[in-house]
């Protein structure tokens, strides 16, 4: 194979590839040519023109996940839908609830709902769910299991592996154990991850810094894991400042906008966005603030704003939060620990200059003075002071806003992720596929 494109079995050349190789060929992410088996040939005559082709066996992938909602289950929505359907036939198997099944269904992808699978460790409920799919796996002989999230990733794994799939795949797009919980529960977690290592063929994460911490803590083999970066639906996503987002909230123009958008629970720490709020309208009293989401935190949240007497609207869950993020002059993460966030994704995606906490792979995505600022977690008085900044220089936050912007529109693309998972599936079973290898050209670079 010549030229800078993606090989035909990344890059979906059949005929539902979705224009997965357009895509990658647009924003510079093309492959270096370097298989052991040839392209495809070109038919010699159209295909109406021949006589119907035999059906050709395609590899059988299932993606098992804990929930297929937001996070890590809009990274297992794309990759199904960017899936090559004339190489892979692909399953989702996973928790009921949430719009993403409908999505998947309207696509053609198989679905299996595990009515009892739970996020949290219940002992009845995993048994039953782990012999559900150990017969679906049996059934259905699949040649490749991936999971996704902690749950799914154990639940799954261990039914792949009694049953002898050819090929098991983990994406890590967070960790089930962080610092703020106790040492003896995280070590437990750990080592329920170790005790999967030797089932687990490969391993994908979404941020340099989480393979880093993976391999760190001996959760991975040294060479069983690389960096995939989770894609977000930038087709849907403004690339500019939105303006007419701002009526919907009743918002005006001549205000700066300081806004977030995620789930209000312990992970986000909204208080810490709360407090922060309080201290740059102490000095800004005309910036407003917005916060994009819902959870078991709400309430709390509300309570803090009364009490530190700032202003925020709530905007509740919206469908449409990348529009939302996309009229904010700054965005806000003040999360305590984050696997790489979408929200933050799709902020960057659209041109937002971002002030951030320091955690997990978010310091990849992030580099200070570049495509944003950075805070310790926990410490909403910096990061205040970070907002501040990027409100009193608004040039350079502009610029920021740009850098993170091209970084998005490259990094963060659904046909790199398919392209990059599709060749990890490649390698392992023994098929052609691409090398793995970049240009430097394409190369896309992190930061940290």
Same mark, same amino acid.
């Given at each position: 194979?010549?030229? $800078?494109?993606?090989?035909?079995?990344?890059?979906?050349?059949?005929?539902?590839?979705?224009?997965?190789?357009?895509?990658?060929?647009?924003?510079?992410?093309?492959? *270096?040519?370097?298989?052991?088996?040839?392209?495809?040939?070109?038919?010699?005559?159209?295909?109406?023109?021949?006589?119907?082709?035999?059906?050709? +066996?395609?590899?059988?992938?299932?993606?098992?996940?804990?929930? &297929?909602?937001?996070?890590?289950?809009? $990274?297992?929505?794309?990759?199904?839908?960017?899936?090559?359907?004339?190489?892979?036939? #692909?399953?989702?198997?996973?928790?009921?609830?949430?719009?993403?099944?409908?999505?998947?269904?309207? +696509?053609?992808?198989?679905?299996?709902?595990?009515?009892?699978?739970?996020?949290? =460790?219940?002992?009845?409920?995993?048994?039953?769910?782990?012999?559900?799919?150990?017969?679906?796996?049996?059934?259905?002989?699949?040649?490749?299991?991936?999971?996704?999230?902690?749950?799914?990733?154990?639940?799954?794994?261990?039914?792949?592996?009694?049953?002898?799939?050819?090929?098991? #795949?983990?994406?890590?797009?967070?960790?089930?154990?962080?610092?703020?919980?106790?040492?003896?529960?995280?070590?437990?977690?750990?080592?329920?991850?170790? =005790?999967?290592?030797?089932?687990?063929?490969? &391993? %994908?994460?979404?941020?340099?810094?989480?393979?880093?911490?993976?391999?760190?803590?001996?959760?991975?083999?040294?060479?069983?894991?690389?960096? #995939?970066?989770?894609?977000?639906?930038?087709?849907?996503?403004?690339?500019?400042?939105?303006?007419?987002?701002?009526?919907?909230?009743?918002?005006?123009?001549?205000?700066?906008?300081?806004?977030?958008?995620?789930?209000?629970?312990?992970?986000?720490?909204?208080?810490?966005?709360?407090?922060?709020? *309080? %201290?740059?309208?102490?000095?800004?009293?005309?910036?407003?603030?917005?916060?994009?989401?819902?959870? $078991?935190?709400?309430?709390?949240?509300?309570?803090?704003?009364?009490?530190?007497?700032?202003?925020?609207? &709530? *905007?509740?869950?919206?469908?449409?939060?990348?529009? =939302?993020?996309?009229?904010?002059?700054?965005?806000?993460?003040?999360?305590?620990?984050?696997?790489?966030?979408?929200?933050?994704?799709?902020?960057?995606?659209?041109?937002?200059?971002?002030?951030?906490?320091?955690?997990?792979?978010?310091?990849?995505?992030?580099?200070?003075?570049?495509?944003?600022?950075?805070?310790?977690?926990?410490?909403?008085?910096?990061?205040?002071? $970070?907002?501040?900044?990027?409100? +009193?220089?608004?040039?350079?936050?502009?610029?920021?806003?740009? *850098?993170?912007?091209?970084?998005?529109?490259?990094?963060?693309?659904?046909? %790199?992720?398919?392209?990059?998972?599709?060749?990890?599936?490649?390698?392992?079973?023994?098929?052609?596929?691409?090398?793995?290898?970049?240009?430097?050209?394409?190369?896309?670079? &992190?930061?940290?």
């Amino acid at each position: 194979m010549t030229g $800078n494109r993606l090989p035909r079995f990344a890059a979906g050349a059949g005929p539902q590839g979705n224009g997965r190789a357009e895509d990658a060929v647009t924003a510079r992410t093309s492959w *270096a040519a370097n298989t052991a088996w040839p392209d495809p040939l070109q038919a010699v005559a159209p295909a109406s023109s021949l006589p119907p082709p035999a059906a050709a +066996d395609r590899v059988k992938v299932l993606h098992v996940i804990t929930r &297929f909602i937001d996070g890590s289950g809009g $990274n297992t929505l794309l990759t199904v839908l960017g899936a090559d359907r004339a190489r892979f036939e #692909v399953c989702v198997a996973g928790a009921p609830g949430g719009p993403l099944w409908e999505r998947a269904e309207r +696509d053609g992808v198989r679905t299996v709902k595990l009515e009892r699978m739970r996020g949290a =460790i219940s002992p009845l409920n995993d048994l039953i769910v782990l012999a559900q799919l150990v017969r679906l796996i049996r059934r259905e002989r699949f040649s490749v299991v991936h999971t996704h999230s902690s749950k799914a990733g154990l639940l799954g794994r261990l039914a792949a592996w009694l049953c002898r799939t050819p090929v098991i #795949v983990h994406t890590i797009h967070g960790f089930a154990w962080h610092d703020f919980m106790s040492p003896r529960r995280r070590r437990f977690y750990q080592g329920l991850e170790r =005790i999967m290592r030797p089932m687990t063929g490969a &391993f %994908l994460a979404v941020a340099p810094q989480l393979a880093l911490e993976a391999l760190e803590l001996e959760l991975v083999r040294p060479g069983t894991i690389s960096v #995939v970066p989770s894609a977000i639906e930038l087709d849907s996503i403004p690339s500019r400042q939105s303006t007419e987002a701002r009526a919907s909230l009743g918002i005006p123009l001549d205000v700066a906008l300081v806004g977030t958008v995620g789930r209000l629970d312990f992970q986000k720490a909204p208080l810490d966005y709360v407090r922060m709020a *309080a %201290l740059v309208a102490a000095t800004h009293p005309r910036t407003r603030f917005v916060m994009v989401g819902e959870g $078991n935190l709400l309430d709390d949240t509300r309570l803090e704003a009364r009490r530190l007497g700032v202003e925020i609207t &709530f *905007a509740g869950y919206r469908s449409d939060a990348a529009r =939302i993020a996309a009229s904010f002059d700054v965005y806000v993460a003040s999360s305590l620990y984050e696997g790489l966030g979408r929200s933050l994704s799709e902020a960057l995606a659209s041109g937002r200059p971002v002030a951030a906490t320091a955690v997990n792979g978010v310091v990849d995505v992030i580099e200070a003075g570049s495509t944003g600022l950075l805070s310790p977690p926990g410490d909403p008085e910096a990061l205040a002071r $970070n907002v501040t900044w990027l409100l +009193d220089h608004p040039d350079e936050a502009r610029r920021m806003g740009e *850098a993170g912007r091209a970084r998005a529109r490259v990094l963060f693309q659904p046909a %790199l992720m398919c392209a990059l998972i599709e060749q990890t599936y490649s390698r392992l079973l023994g098929l052609p596929g691409p090398s793995g290898a970049l240009p430097s050209e394409g190369r896309p670079a &992190f930061g940290a």
